[in-house]
């Protein structure tokens, strides 16, 4: 296979035209992809180093130290709190659903230093190991803030403007985000690299890998360049009939379909129009076109295939599904009477 590679790499027709077009198309979409990927990466760059690395130990002086400079309400740490003494505040976020509860979460309250920082939490015993993100108070804590504020004027102007939920799914969201992005990430790369070398050297690429069992793929790659030059290959639409191939470029590879191969041949209407071709091997392919241009391509095609069959039939395509052997040997007998 070396050396068909070599040859197809040298032999800039049809063939490795439309390979140099996938290999292409892969680059850029593939590349989109893994840029995306690293921006994601970038974005949650913070999360995940707390998320491999966290939590952190945490006391007073770094809740005070972190609470000078809370930012806009991003991650300041994934941290774990040691012997905590919460204190009821009398508060519950309570969510529901069709009007019923599922989760009932109470706030605390925790001293830090001569001032009081917020704690989600399911009861006080929590505060023995506190596990939880470190957070910028949103306005939902300020409300519950404000409503203690009015209960105890004693506490106004003592709560941190931090908090600590000690009830979030933290690395429930980081393993979900490995899961989906890690086996994307290693498909993009899989997919960059390989169009990269397909680039250097046509002859890898799936789209004359396929051709080979047709043949030697230089022979092969030789005979559809060379109809594809005699200027007698038809367009509809975007397929191509040649003398003895059916081609249909996609945006990675290319639907090679050697005529000889076809045994039945009928128009499919749904939303929109195909032009089905079952195959001898049992395979069956189905190419979008517009109704007329299926109309006229499977004319001639008829007119060059006389020992295919033609025409959509229901009880076929349920034989096809079942049997397609049947189909083939019904296609034989008609070429043994031709």
Same mark, same amino acid.
């Given at each position: 296979m070396n050396d068909s590679s070599a040859a197809i790499s040298d032999s800039p027709g049809w063939i490795f035209g439309q390979v140099r077009r996938a290999c292409r198309n892969s680059l850029i979409w593939n590349? +989109?992809? $893994?840029?995306?990927?690293?921006? +994601?990466?970038?974005?949650?760059?913070?999360?995940?180093?707390?998320?491999?690395?966290?939590?952190?130990p945490f006391d007073d002086a770094k809740l005070l130290e972190a609470a000078k400079n809370p930012e806009d309400?991003?991650?300041?740490?994934?941290? !774990?709190?040691?012997?905590?003494?919460?204190?009821?505040?009398g508060w519950e976020e309570i969510s529901t659903s069709n009007g019923k509860a599922y989760s009932v979460v109470p706030y605390f309250m925790t001293p830090v230093g001569d001032q009081f920082m917020l704690v989600m939490a399911k009861s006080p015993q929590d505060g023995k190991n506190l596990i939880g993100p470190l957070y910028k108070t949103g306005d939902r804590e300020l409300g519950v803030i404000s409503?203690?504020?009015? #209960? #105890?004027?004693?506490?106004?102007?003592?709560?941190?403007?931090?908090?600590?939920?000690? !009830?979030?799914?933290?690395?429930?969201?980081?393993?979900?985000?490995?899961?989906?992005?890690?086996? +994307?990430?290693?498909?993009?790369?899989?997919?960059?690299?390989?169009?990269?070398?397909?680039?250097?050297?046509?002859?890898?690429?799936?789209?004359?890998?396929?051709?080979?069992?047709?043949?030697?793929?230089?022979?092969?790659?030789?005979?559809i360049d060379h109809e594809m030059r005699s200027g007698k290959a038809i367009p509809f639409g975007k397929s191509i009939l040649a003398k003895n191939w059916l081609l249909r470029p996609t945006a990675f590879g290319v639907v090679a379909v050697q005529l000889?191969?076809?045994?039945?041949?009928?128009? $499919?209407?749904?939303?929109?129009?195909?032009?089905?071709?079952?195959?001898?091997?049992?395979?069956?392919?189905?190419?979008?076109?517009?109704?007329?241009?299926?109309?006229?391509?499977? #004319? !001639? *095609?008829?007119? #060059? $295939?006389?020992?295919?069959?033609?025409?959509?039939?229901? !009880?076929?395509?349920? *034989?096809?599904?079942k049997n397609p052997e049947e189909i083939v040997a019904l296609s034989d007998e008609k070429k043994k009477s031709i």
């Open positions: 590349g +989109i992809a $893994l840029l995306l990927l690293a921006l +994601i990466a970038w974005f949650s760059s913070t999360y995940y180093y707390h998320f491999f690395l966290g939590p952190f309400g991003s991650l300041l740490g994934y941290i !774990e709190l040691k012997d905590r003494q919460l204190l009821p505040t409503f203690l504020e009015k #209960r #105890r004027p004693d506490l106004r102007g003592k709560f941190l403007p931090v908090q600590v939920n000690g !009830e979030a799914a933290f690395t429930v969201i980081g393993w979900i985000g490995l899961i989906v992005c890690l086996p +994307i990430f290693s498909l993009c790369l899989f997919l960059f690299t390989r169009s990269s070398v397909a680039m250097l050297q046509i002859g890898t690429h799936k789209i004359v890998r396929q051709l080979a069992k047709y043949g030697d793929p230089i022979d092969v790659t030789a005979a000889a191969d076809i045994v039945w041949m009928y128009h $499919l209407k749904q939303s929109e129009s195909f032009a089905v071709f079952c195959l001898r091997n049992g395979q069956s392919i189905a190419m979008p076109l517009g109704a007329a241009q299926v109309d006229k391509m499977l #004319r !001639e *095609l008829s007119r #060059r $295939l006389p020992w295919a069959l033609y025409g959509y039939d229901s !009880e076929m395509v349920a *034989l096809w599904r």
